[in-house]
DNA sequence: CCACCATATGCGAATATGCGCATAAGGGCA
DNA sequence: TGCCCTTATGCGCATATTCGCATATGGTGG
């Protein structure tokens, strides 16, 4: 893999790295929510749900489409629930090993 | 999901998401490797590889093993090469549809 | 046009990340 | 023990992220 391949694949890894937009995505596999549907998902100013909503938009994660005065968000790439799946099995086998370990040790 | 949860998930993305990173996880799908190896995918200061391995380390996406004076990196899990692949999967679908656009517009 | 609602953006501050340099730590070998 | 090789860590600096506040933008209805 080249340099720029990885930092193609780390870009679209980084657009999900934060909490509050794994939780959109979440929100989003169950399909099309308005920002202010969204907002209610995390504790969090309304300028900053706008400014995840726009990160995930400009990796193409998600798109947006007005409806009247509400936009509304669309998952684009539900495959990347996989990656979401593949993380939290990874942590959990991560944790089941730190805890056997320290029965063991 | 509860934000704890995500934030578990954002921490296992936040560890891949950097193009060094994902050249090393992409390296190790190919079997073990050391340090001084793996120091030959990108142009990168010692120390700074080995604090990269750290990253993965302390997620539980890799693990190490000395042997003699060598360090080795073994891949825990590589469920997350579906994560990579997702992800470019979703770039390319997102340029695609960018140049698409381009066209039409 | 004006008031209002939903969403986005400018800005500054706090915090986190990434990097290179120097150096420490762990282990092999004479 | 002393020297060398491989890998890890302390430190400071530059840059990037994230957040909240205030405000701008786009659209609706009186």
Redesign the pocket.
Known sequence: MTYEQAELRADML?AL??P?RVLIVDALTAGDR???EL?ALAD?????L??????LKKTGIVS?R?N????FYHLETPCILKALTCAFEAVKNHARRRASLLRAG
């Open positions: 980084k790295a934060h509050v308005c920002v202010c907002n969090i100013d309304q300028s900053g706008s400014r995840h909503l726009a990160i947006d007005r009247g005065m509400k936009v």
